[in-house]
């Protein structure tokens, strides 16, 4: 069974600087999708940035960026210029594209994020 | 506006007692999901559902039941066998191939 990990508990970093949050999951398959998730205080999750693992280009999403490291099965998210608004629990998820297994994703612990003005 | 309705927001329930939380999406979306949420252990799949009248057990089943009566409809009742169902109940639904989920705003179980 694929696992996900997050082992950074907590993370906390200056308004307008960059951090970086990491996640490695455990997998035999060579075709996936991973996928970072926001849960702000409000608790309902929202899709922050996705990565299909047969791309080799990391994924974007203006000041959201991967850093996709197949080989070394590392996908880390780095936030620049932080904002206020970026605080929240922050996942990791992974989905197998083998077609039993690709209707669910496995998420990771989570990282709290907070951003200190 | 489309989207993922959950209720109750938050439920308190008596030891051995049955409770059921409603899940409703309008998004015409063929899979739906059950997710608990535990501080520390990120999001664990209870049930999920591909299509209607058909679901599948997750990784934490024991102790709930699903049914999927209706497109748009996806239940989870918490039946009195589940050890410590207090906790974080989230619904999700996605179009196959799933390329993202959806949540609902999430259900808050308290056992008194």
């Known amino acids: 069974a694929q696992t996900v990990t997050q082992s950074q508990p907590e993370m906390s970093v200056q308004e307008a600087e960059t951090v970086t949050l990491s996640c490695t999951y455990d997998?035999?398959?060579?075709?996936?999708?991973l996928f970072w998730y926001k849960q702000p205080p409000s608790r309902q999750m929202i899709l922050v940035i996705r990565?299909?693992?047969?791309?080799?280009q990391n994924a974007t999403e203006n000041r959201f960026s991967v850093n996709f490291q197949k080989a070394a099965k590392s996908f880390s998210l780095k936030i620049s210029d932080s904002q206020l608004g970026d605080a929240a629990m922050y996942f990791c998820?992974?989905?197998?594209?083998?077609?039993?297994?690709?209707?669910?994703?496995?998420f990771g612990q989570g990282t709290r994020l907070t951003i200190n003005p | 506006d489309g989207g993922i309705t959950q209720s109750p927001k938050y439920l308190f329930r008596k030891e051995g007692q049955n409770v059921t939380l409603s899940c409703e999406q309008n998004?015409?979306?063929?899979?739906m999901y059950w997710y608990r949420q535990d501080p520390g252990q990120g999001l664990r799949l209870i049930y999920y559902?591909?299509?209607?009248?058909?679901?599948q057990k997750g990784d934490i089943a024991e102790g709930y039941s699903v049914s999927r009566e209706k497109k748009e409809s996806f239940p989870l009742t918490v039946t009195s066998a589940q050890k410590n169902p207090t906790a974080f109940y989230l619904c999700?639904?996605?179009?196959?191939?799933?390329?993202?989920?959806?949540f609902g705003e999430g259900s808050r179980l308290t056992v008194l």
């Open positions: 999700a639904s996605s179009i196959p191939p799933l390329r993202e989920l959806f």
């Open positions: 997998t035999s398959e060579s075709d996936y999708y």
């Open positions: 990565q299909e693992a047969y791309k080799q």
């Open positions: 998820a992974y989905r197998s594209a083998i077609l039993q297994g690709a209707q669910k994703l496995v």
């Open positions: 998004l015409n979306h063929d899979a």
């Open positions: 559902s591909q299509i209607v009248n058909d679901f």
